[in-house]
């Protein structure tokens, strides 16, 4: 079923999942926002409906046209859900910025946007560029924003941008990635058919920013679940909630589940029990963080996902007949999703560049004339990641194409050797990273996070890799750190720690 034929709900604009107004659950509890104090605001099903309604009448009546962008600037809260799904009701586009971004790229971002307005929050009021109308979420300039009327929402044509969100800009500047309306209600209305989430409760800590969370947002809008709402992760705070919101479906990245690992004394003492499904994604998770996570879960199966913010989290899914999903593979090609791995010279057998096609994709990279396009000339958006494939047909994730280095004349992807290092018994996280060297090319060396009560040494975490991988993917230096630096996604920051790395190497007194 297209977006654009939705016989069940008539709905074309993604800002409909907000739900009508006089909706017959209106009494139920859409949102409970948590502040960083952990004080809730619970919002019923009528209240985010009329405020998504409110948004999109005071935008119309200050003359805003459809087409027009308009970005909001905030941590997570349901005031930020309802303004999203309130400019896309109004036919606008929402732009969604990553708030952690330095104040010249947020800059850049709402420019490049072309963004008039900025919804923003109060501690974010300080980095609306100047040039911008501001709109605070907090207090009562909100409420004074929100206008009265009930005019339907805007219809969209099948190609009708909903959504801008910015790529992190790890390499180079950030780019606009447009999504459809048609697009994203299919991609919405394929999880539901898969994942009904109609007697879940969410827990929401991910940035509203990324695809990851607003994903998970807009399905649990579609199934009329409950959603618990955290400004932005703290490991305490989403310990906490997870008990006190008796939350049963989780979303999650790697290096947040790392952080909560830290929190021994309140997890031996925190009741987890509710939690049902944990949906992984964003970064591969080793087989070690895996086995911890289902033993800190153990009523809950863990989803090992993957997406895009360009092609969005339909991609894989269980295998058609029944054959059970290996541990660390994301899964069997879905059957909606064209597939296939687009092999270099020197990939092995069944590996290769992930290409894929759906109606979920992105229309393009907005105002980028300068980069050749990732749409391949029949239609297959050109991923960067590496898989490789087994007989059944299932996918592992290998590496990012643009990660991978060459020591010595072999390939070495970064995540294989994490995976491996995490292993480790006293290893809870690797990042791996390539240094340059005069006789190799680029030699790896490698963060470790060691788990708690422990103390690894250099040596120990070497004659580990040369034990259970190829010598050339043993790292030459390792680094203990307590924590891996994050970048605005959750996600390990490699640039970071790339130049952290040569600088060491640079200055034999740190090496």
Same mark, same amino acid.
């Given at each position: ?18 739900g %009508?107004?006089?909706?017959?659950? @209106?009494?139920? #509890? ?7 104090? @952990? ?23 200050? @003359?805003?046209? %459809? ?9 997570n ?9 309130? #400019? ?6 929402a ?17 490049d946007?072309?963004?008039? /307005? ?5 501690? &974010? ?39 801008m ?47 990851n ?58 009741? /987890?029990?509710?939690?049902r499904?944990? &949906?992984? +994604? ?10 911890? #996570?289902?033993a ?6 863990v ?5 895009t ?10 295998h058609p ?5 290996? =541990?660390?593979?994301? @899964? ?17 057998p ?32 050109r ?12 996918l592992?994730f290998? +590496? ?15 995540g ?8 480790? %018994? ?18 790896p ?12 040494d ?10 259970? =991988? ?15 630096? /994050? ?19 640079a ?5």
């Amino acid at each position: 079923m297209s977006a654009l034929d939705d016989a069940a709900t008539g709905m074309r604009n993604l800002g409909e999942l907000a739900g %009508p107004l006089g909706a017959a659950d @209106g009494g139920d #509890i859409a949102l409970i926002g948590l502040d960083a104090r @952990g004080q809730a605001v619970a919002v019923s099903r009528a209240e985010f409906a009329a405020h998504a309604q409110g948004v999109a009448q005071g935008l119309r009546a200050r @003359g805003y046209a %459809p087409g027009e962008r308009i970005a909001v600037l905030a941590a997570n809260s349901p005031r930020y859900l309802a303004t999203v799904c309130g #400019i896309m009701r109004a036919g606008l586009v929402a732009v969604p910025v990553n708030f952690k971004f330095p104040p010249a790229l947020i800059a850049y971002v709402i420019a490049d946007s072309g963004a008039r /307005l900025v919804f923003h929050d109060a501690a &974010r009021a300080g980095a609306v560029p100047d040039g911008a109308a501001g709109v605070p979420l907090d207090g009562e300039s909100w409420d004074a924003f929100l206008a009265p009327g009930s005019a339907p929402a805007w219809r969209p044509a099948a190609d009708d941008v909903a959504l801008m969100l910015y790529t992190s800009g790890s390499t180079g500047k950030p780019k606009g990635v447009r999504l459809s309306h048609a697009g994203q209600l299919w991609t919405v209305r394929t999880r539901q058919a898969a994942t009904p989430l109609d007697r879940e409760r969410t827990l929401i800590a991910a940035p509203l920013y990324h695809m990851n969370a607003l994903a998970l947002a807009f399905l649990a809008l579609a199934c009329r679940a409950t959603t618990v709402l955290l400004p932005q992760f703290d490991a305490r705070r989403y310990i906490e909630a997870i008990e006190r919101w008796r939350a049963t479906w989780l979303t999650a990245v790697p290096p947040m589940i790392a952080m909560m690992l830290r929190e021994q004394a309140l997890l031996a003492a925190t009741d /987890l029990s509710s939690v049902r499904a944990i &949906r992984m +994604g964003s970064a591969p998770v080793s087989a070690s963080l895996l086995a911890r #996570i289902r033993a800190l879960f153990p009523n809950a199966r863990v989803i090992n996902a993957y997406g895009t913010t360009e092609a969005g989290p339909v991609v894989f899914g269980p295998h058609p007949d029944g054959v059970p999903t290996p =541990a660390l593979s994301v @899964g069997y090609p879905h059957p909606a999703v064209d597939l296939r791995l687009a092999r270099a010279p020197d990939d092995p057998p069944d590996t290769g560049m992930l290409e894929l096609r759906s109606p979920g994709l992105m229309l393009g990279y907005h105002n980028r004339p300068d980069l050749a396009s990732p749409i391949s000339e029949d239609g297959y958006y050109r991923t960067g990641d590496v898989f490789s494939r087994d007989a059944h047909g299932f996918l592992t994730f290998v +590496g990012r194409r643009d990660d991978m280095f060459v020591c010595g004349g072999e390939n070495i992807y970064p995540g294989e050797v994490e995976r491996i290092l995490e292993g480790h %018994p006293d290893v809870q996280q690797a990042c791996v990273v390539p240094v340059e060297d005069d006789i190799k090319g680029a030699k790896p060396v490698a963060y470790i996070v060691p788990r708690e009560g422990t103390a690894p040494d250099a040596d120990s975490i070497k004659h580990y890799a040369l034990a259970h =991988a190829p010598a050339y993917q043993h790292p030459r230096h390792v680094w203990f750190l307590p924590a891996l630096p /994050l970048a605005g996604t959750n996600k390990i920051d490699r640039a970071a720690l790339l130049s952290d790395a040569a600088a060491r190497i640079a200055s034999p007194a740190t090496r």
